[in-house]
T-cell receptor, first 114, second 111 residues
């Protein structure tokens, strides 16, 4: 375990479902991130939270909705997804917003939209 | 795009040989980081090199940075089967305060 825990590890959902991905860190980090990793594409930064406030939203469709209730937890709420949203969703945290000491990643949630 | 570009996209070598991967980027950076990802898992931070550093070592890893050429290389010496993974470079923009990742190099170590 890296100190960043993601659940569930695997998720299969229909296009009309609503589900949530959870990320938890107890490293005392101040920033948390959601990345999407699709086959043959670079990691795409989706959202950045610093001290529980969203500081970046990289033009992500509204069917993805992040929530950061406290500095240790980050959620990604999913609804009416499309098959092209199938990917590995990675959560990361860092001591500071710039990640100048490196990011700590979770193991990811493998999402399949059917 | 600022994202780093790794070269080669895939590399296959025999166990015990050295593996070298390269990363190029486009604009000025504060630091450059290398990460490893085993299949279907999260990324693991390997090493960070700051823009005022030229070389850094960590165990069997050696990273160089040439800011004049906007490039970095990752050398893994005496490779092992467990080194089989994808390796990514990530750059930290001067003002953007976020890490941007390249597409990675897929390294395969053959026994």
């Amino acid at each position: 375990e890296t100190g960043v825990t993601q659940t569930p590890r695997h998720l299969v959902m229909g296009m009309t479902n609503k589900k949530s991905l959870k990320c938890e860190q107890h490293l005392g980090h101040n920033a948390m991130y959601w990345y999407k990793q699709s086959a043959k594409k670079p990691l795409e930064l989706m959202f950045v939270y610093s001290l529980e406030e969203r500081v970046e939203n990289n033009s992500v469709p509204s069917r993805f909705s992040p929530e950061c209730p406290n500095s240790s937890h980050l959620f990604l709420h999913l609804h009416t997804l499309q098959p092209e949203d199938s990917a590995l969703y990675l959560c990361a945290s860092s001591q500071d917003e710039g990640g100048v000491y490196g990011y700590t990643f979770g193991s990811g949630t493998r999402l399949t939209v059917v | 795009s600022q994202q780093g570009e790794e070269d080669p996209q895939a590399l296959s070598i025999q166990e015990g040989e050295n593996a070298t991967m390269n990363c190029s980027y486009k604009t000025s950076i504060n630091n450059l980081q290398w990460y490893r990802q085993n299949s279907g898992r999260g990324l693991v931070h390997l090493i960070l090199i700051r823009s005022n550093e030229r070389e850094k070592h960590s165990g069997r890893l050696r990273v160089t940075l040439d800011t004049s050429k906007k490039s970095s290389s990752l050398l893994i010496t005496a490779s092992r089967a467990a080194d089989t993974a994808s390796y990514f470079c990530a750059t930290d923009w001067g003002g953007a305060q976020k890490l941007v990742f390249g597409q990675g190099t897929r390294l395969t170590i053959n026994p």
